[in-house]
């Protein structure tokens, strides 16, 4: 959080994450950063489903 006051991740976003991840720890840790990553190469804040669900996509492909 580091002084944040508004979520990084909408709540589509959440909902996205933990379906694709099944709910595993080690998967929700690994498809956050590479959502988090994605929306700061994108300049976007918060992350929402569109761009949660294009990186957890290439993730899921390697």
Request: hydrophobic letters at 50%; a negative charge.
């Amino acid at each position: 959080m580091a002084g944040r006051a508004e979520p990084l991740l909408t709540d589509d976003a959440l909902t996205c994450l933990h379906a694709i991840s099944r709910g595993l720890p080690r998967a929700v840790n690994t498809l956050a950063l590479q959502d988090l990553t994605a929306a700061f190469a994108d300049g976007t804040a918060p992350v929402d489903e569109a761009p949660a669900r294009a990186a957890t996509t290439e993730v899921a492909a390697e």
